[in-house]
Each structure stands twice: as structure tokens, then as C-alpha cells.
């Protein structure tokens, strides 16, 4: 069945999740005979684009119950492969082939020759020198199960194996695989995006951001905190995009149509009308448009005071406790109504996949089909900006990899 009764390995997907699972099966089963196989003409896709070319490899995080509330879906079950395989392992993976990472001011971590080119080079040269073999343009038409293994059908022919690892990312293809073999898949919806406002009031001020703003919908049911960005179109940065990964279902059922809640300054509107008043104590002959207020640049204060219809010119002395209270109420509860989404097509999050109640997260195997192995994207597991997903890739692809070697 075998050239030279070797245990054949076909690992569907050359993106990361499918790079690290071959490389760790082999590597820690030398006599496997490894295969890649890849779709398109190239490969490591994700990894060349992401971060901007710079590829964000994972996150400065060590702690895994840290790590996993970064997850919108798959955290409970990501829990103990992060006590196995999790970011210092990864940092210490690369750094063991001379990849050294650093870490930036928000915990995301890069190569330091701020090149994903870096991180694939390395990948590429660990499978040669292991001895996996790469196949591109080798798409699959089906897979059939049997007994003995599996039978993977090509317009070229038939590939048998003994063990099979999906690392097919959000395609089409790898969900129809999976649901052929009795799988069920959550449904596939969009996860971080940024928020569309029609006839937006900042377009003027897009590039502006406030460093630690609460954004929620539903009347606070949901709601994430964090630097908040103005775009010419409406809102994007980490508490926008963490909203969308987290109410990503919620989102769609809404079709992109809601009222979202914006707190400036994530403070209570009492203790806001109490500092302005206090302001106005201190430095009653300041213009309004040029008090110091929670880091908020004198643009956007006066973006506020043009909505309110006072003069940013006018003096403290001059300005009502109506009027104090009135700006405190707009930068605690400013009400904006979305429709619809924009999304970085070049670094897009699917939420949804293969269901996770029918994975063993101790060896990544299905509990369907013994032998057949699920890596990254293709399950329901996406996280937040950051490193996140990679590490979600490099982690089961780890566990898959590990496992398949042992036997």
C-alpha cells in the first residue's frame, strides 16, 4: 500500500497551520512519509501578507488563561493545547532556527527584519531538511474513506494515506470535505471588520483616534474597550474590530444594521460633568476647544462642540452647567447607526467552521473518522487582531503534527 511500508501523512493546505503540522509530524517521526499539498501556486499565503508584509507571528502573552479570552469561539477548548504548545514555545521554535522576534508596544510580536519572508524562508527550509515533500496546484476533487485509510482523488490520479490533516483556512472545498465525512460546520460568517456609518460627522477628522473608548450594541449587552480609530467611513481600531470578532454572529443576523454605542472616554457621565465643572473652576477664562480632556485631540473636543453648537472659542466663565452637562452626556453616550462593514480582504477572519464538540483537542483527531486531523482556520476558532490567529494555527498544528508522529 505503501512505498516501503511507510505511514503516509497528507497534510491538505499549505498555509501555516498546515506548514507546522507537517514539519512537526516528521520531526518527530522521521521515518513518516510527508506530503503537503496545496491548491494554489502558492503557498504560506497568509503569512507574506499579514501585518502589512511584516507578518504578526504571534502575541506576547504567556499565560494561557490569558490567552484564551482573546478567542471569540474555540477558548475554553484552546485552554489545555495552550498549556501545551502556546506563544513562548513558538518564540522559542523560531529562535532555535535563528528567527529572533520582537514584541511591540501592544504585544504583537514580528520578526526583527520586519519581513514575513523571515518566517517563510524558515519554514520552507525546516520541511526540506526534514524531507516533506511539497506539492502545488494539487487540488483535490475528493476524499474517500475506507478501512485501510483514504483515498484522495485528483484530476492526475489517486493518492492513498493512513492519516490525513485538514488545514484548508475557511475555503469552500475543506468544509465540504468535512460535512462528506458526517462533520457538522457552524455557520461561516465574517469576524473583524470596521464599522460603516452613512453621512459620518468625523469624515474630516479620519486618522484621529481616542486611546481607551467603550464601544457596545444592544443597549450594552455587548460591549469592548480600547483604542477607538475615525476613519472617512466610520470606525475601526481594536475596540471596533473586538466588537465585530465578539458580536460577529449577533452582527450578521442584524445584517449590519444597528445603533452603536460610543463612551469616549469609558467614564460615567457624572464623573465627566464633574471634571468639566471643575475645569471651569480652574480655568474659567480657557477656551472650551482648549481644555486638556483624557487625551481627546483639541479637533475631535471641537468636532463635539460644533455638534453641540457651542463656540469652541468661548471662555469657561461664559459656558452653562446645561452646557457642560450636555457635552458630557455626548461623550459618554454618543449614539452613531451603523450600516453595514468593511474588511481588510488581505487579512480576513472567517467565524464559524468545523464544530469543536466533534474534535479531540488533545490530538486535533476527529472523533468521526479515525486517522483524519483538523488544523487552524478550518475549525470554529477565530481570535482578535493581534497574533492570535497565527498562534491558534501554529498551536493545533503542533498538537496534529505531534500526535500523528507518535502513531
Known amino acids: 500500500m505503501n512505498e516501503g511500508n511507510l505511514l503516509k501523512v497528507i497534510i491538505i493546505g499549505g498555509g501555516a497551520a498546515g506548514f507546522f503540522a507537517a514539519i512537526c509530524a516528521k520531526a518527530g517521526n522521521p521515518t513518516l512519509d510527508v506530503t503537503i499539498l496545496e491548491k494554489s501556486a502558492q503557498l504560506l499565503s497568509k503569512v507574506r501578507i499579514s501585518g502589512g508584509g511584516r507578518c504578526n507571528v504571534t502575541h506576547n502573552c504567556f499565560d494561557p488563561k490569558e490567552l484564551v479570552k482573546n478567542y471569540p469561539r474555540g477558548a475554553k477548548e484552546l485552554l489545555g493545547p495552550f498549556h501545551v504548545f502556546q506563544p513562548r514555545d513558538m518564540v522559542d521554535w523560531f529562535a532555535k532556527r535563528g528567527v529572533e522576534l520582537k514584541k511591540e508596544a501592544d504585544g504583537r510580536m514580528f520578526p526583527i527584519t520586519d519581513s514575513s519572508s523571515t518566517i517563510i524562508d524558515c519554514l520552507m527550509k525546516e520541511a526540506e531538511d526534514l524531507g516533506v515533500r511539497i506539492e502545488r496546484q494539487a487540488k483535490?476533487?475528493?476524499?474517500?474513506?475506507?478501512?485501510?485509510?483514504?483515498?484522495?482523488?485528483?484530476?492526475?490520479?489517486?493518492?492513498?494515506?493512513?492519516?490525513?490533516?485538514?488545514?484548508?483556512?475557511?475555503?469552500?472545498?475543506?468544509?465540504?470535505?468535512?460535512?462528506?465525512?458526517?462533520?457538522?460546520?457552524?455557520?461561516?460568517?465574517?469576524?473583524?471588520?470596521?464599522?460603516?456609518?452613512?453621512?459620518?460627522?468625523?469624515?474630516?477628522?479620519?486618522?484621529?483616534?481616542?486611546?481607551?473608548?467603550?464601544?457596545?450594541?444592544?443597549?450594552?449587552?455587548?460591549?469592548?474597550?480600547?483604542?477607538?480609530?475615525?476613519?472617512?467611513?466610520?470606525?475601526?481600531?481594536?475596540?471596533?474590530?473586538?466588537?465585530?470578532?465578539?458580536?460577529?454572529?449577533?452582527?450578521?443576523?442584524?445584517?449590519?444594521?444597528?445603533?452603536?454605542?460610543?463612551?469616549?472616554?469609558?467614564?460615567?457621565?457624572?464623573?465627566?460633568?464633574?471634571?468639566?465643572?471643575?475645569?471651569?473652576?480652574?480655568?474659567?477664562?480657557?477656551?472650551?476647544?482648549?481644555?486638556?480632556?483624557?487625551?481627546?485631540?483639541?479637533?475631535?473636543?471641537?468636532?463635539?462642540?460644533?455638534?453641540?453648537?457651542?463656540?469652541?472659542?468661548?471662555?469657561?466663565?461664559?459656558?452653562?452647567?446645561?452646557?457642560?452637562?450636555?457635552?458630557?452626556?455626548?461623550?459618554t453616550s454618543d449614539i452613531f447607526n451603523v450600516s453595514g462593514k468593511t474588511t481588510n480582504k488581505s487579512e480576513f477572519v472567517t467565524c464559524g467552521g468545523i464544530d469543536l464538540k466533534e474534535v479531540n483537542f488533545k490530538t486535533m483527531e476527529s472523533k468521526i473518522i479515525e486517522g483524519l486531523f483538523f488544523a487552524g482556520e478550518i475549525l470554529d476558532i477565530d481570535g482578535i487582531t493581534g497574533g492570535f490567529n497565527f498562534q491558534n494555527a501554529w498551536t493545533t498544528g503542533f498538537i496534529a503534527g505531534s500526535s500523528i508522529s507518535k502513531g
Not at 142 to 171: E, P, Y
Not at 261 to 284: F, M, T, Y
Open 140 to 331: 483535490i476533487e475528493s476524499i474517500i474513506c475506507a478501512d485501510d485509510g483514504f483515498t484522495l482523488n485528483t484530476k492526475d490520479g489517486h493518492i492513498k494515506a493512513q492519516r490525513v490533516v485538514l488545514a484548508t483556512g475557511s475555503s469552500k472545498g475543506g468544509y465540504e470535505f468535512v460535512r462528506s465525512f458526517g462533520h457538522k460546520v457552524k455557520e461561516l460568517v465574517p469576524s473583524l471588520f470596521t464599522f460603516n456609518i452613512p453621512d459620518f460627522v468625523f469624515t474630516e477628522l479620519s486618522g484621529i483616534s481616542m486611546p481607551n473608548a467603550t464601544v457596545s450594541i444592544h443597549k450594552g449587552k455587548f460591549s469592548q474597550k480600547g483604542p477607538l480609530l475615525i476613519t472617512h467611513f466610520g470606525f475601526s481600531g481594536p475596540a471596533a474590530l473586538k466588537l465585530s470578532a465578539f458580536c460577529a454572529r449577533e452582527l450578521f443576523k442584524a445584517n449590519y444594521e444597528i445603533a452603536l454605542k460610543v463612551n469616549w472616554v469609558s467614564l460615567k457621565e457624572q464623573e465627566v460633568a464633574e471634571k468639566l465643572l471643575q475645569e471651569k473652576k480652574r480655568n474659567p477664562t480657557i477656551a472650551i476647544g482648549n481644555i486638556s480632556l483624557y487625551g481627546m485631540p483639541k479637533s475631535l473636543l471641537r468636532g463635539f462642540l460644533m455638534r453641540l453648537g457651542i463656540k469652541y472659542v468661548a471662555k469657561l466663565s461664559s459656558c452653562t452647567q446645561k452646557d457642560l452637562n450636555r457635552l458630557a452626556n455626548l461623550l
